[in-house]
């Protein structure tokens, strides 16, 4: 009876170690991911740290990477060389973002957008890339104006007081554009490269 009763009060002790174990095990699950929306918000932009060397095989006017504008999905999977996630509740039928996986990220830092099938634009609102120019996010206005001498256009911000819009075109005269949200400090605050109209769409997918 004794050697009984230490057989299961050993058996009790592994069983609760073993589910102890299997908690401790258990993935949490992934926070979700939305592609961005417009740049309400650009009050926050950050000002930007050191000076970044842009790469003009990574982010250029006609798209990222080797992935060109209007290529497939799939192109810009391979360009970007690790997993995406794809459709948000910010999608249209027509049109979603593909947007790295990162675990705890509630805006990642990079999108890309795909409209009827095909690579239509991409937006940047991390400092670490560094955009066609030389520019990054929490740099100046003056530094756009002075990266592209009488090639940008200047609107006013569709929902932010004092915010704008400076939109580059490329030297080459074609139909993408480069497109920065400056806050009312004069920072940037994002910025996106594309072909219309889906570069100048304001609030995401819409």
């Known amino acids: 009876m004794k050697t009984h009763r230490i057989a299961l009060g050993l058996l009790c002790v592994l069983t609760l170690s073993a589910c102890g174990r299997d908690a401790a095990e258990a993935p949490a699950p992934a926070a979700p991911v939305e592609a961005p929306p417009a740049s309400v918000a650009l009050e926050t932009a950050p000002e930007a740290g050191p000076d970044a060397t842009p790469d003009p095989a990574v982010t250029h006017f006609r798209g990222f990477g080797p992935a060109r504008f209007g290529a497939l999905e799939e192109r810009v999977r391979q360009a970007w060389g690790q997993p995406m996630t794809g459709r948000t509740g910010l999608d249209l039928q027509d049109c979603h973002y593909l947007v790295p996986e990162a675990r705890g990220v509630a805006v990642p830092d990079i999108a890309f957008m795909i409209v009827d099938g095909q690579f239509a634009r991409y937006d940047v609102r991390g400092a670490q890339y560094t955009s066609p ?38 030297e080459d005269g074609g139909d993408t554009r480069l497109v920065f949200e400056v806050d009312p400090r004069g920072r940037i605050g994002t910025w996106r490269v594309g072909r219309p109209p889906p570069v100048f769409y304001v609030e995401g997918c819409a």
Do not use: C, S
Not at 134 to 148: I, K, N, P, Q
């Open 133 to 170: 120019g030389g520019l990054r996010v929490g740099m100046h206005a003056d530094d756009v104006m002075a990266a592209f001498p009488d090639r940008v256009e200047v609107q006013m911000h569709k929902y932010v007081d004092g915010a704008r819009y400076l939109i580059v075109t490329p």
